[in-house]
């Protein structure tokens, strides 16, 4: 039986980027939010199933689908990007069983988009011209969040990411499993799975 987990959704790209790392580790999942305001008198295409945070993002390295559908729970318009065809398939059918349908799923490079978004999300084999890519699609004050696995990637976007954005952070996310026996509780001795998180703000 998977553990669950509570998180609270700032309708940012932190707490959204957390939950998908989350559900992927297969952790059950589940997102609350304080609506604070009404979202309809604001902007009629909100739907009340989200917490519409009126925000537009752009999501590259669609994978499976699961952080395009957890943006879509928190933001007004996702458009998803997957250059590899048999992915993109797949991530269309998880997205049309999530019944969300303020997302948009796009079997094309993201090299290729076009728009104007508040949040770009890279989750693939990033190099200088995604981040610069990246860089030209965000609105003022705008946020580029990246996953990479390796050190060498996250290098590669915080070397890039630098000259162009006003601030730059990077965290490092680490699963580490805990072992209690009688003696006392610590880590277990197995490895632990880190990966790094770099937030950009425009």
Known sequence: MSQRVVIAMSGGVD????????????YEVTGVSLQLYDPIAKDPACRSKTCCSLDDVLDAGTGSGIAAIYFGGVAKTVKTYEIRPEFSTLAMKNISESKLTNIEAVAKDFLDADGSYD????DLQIQ????THAF?????GGYLACYTPFL?????VVDAASPLFREVHTHELIEREMTRSKRGT????????SGYVTIARK
């Open 136 to 140: 030209s699609l965000l609105r003022s």
């Open 128 to 131: 200088t011209e995604h981040v």
């Open 152 to 156: 060498e990637q996250m290098a590669i």
């Open 15 to 26: 707490s959204s980027v957390s939950a998908a790392l989350l559900k992927e580790q297969g």
């Open 186 to 193: 610590r880590p277990s001795t197995s490895v632990s799975h």
């Open 119 to 122: 949040v770009v999300h890279l």
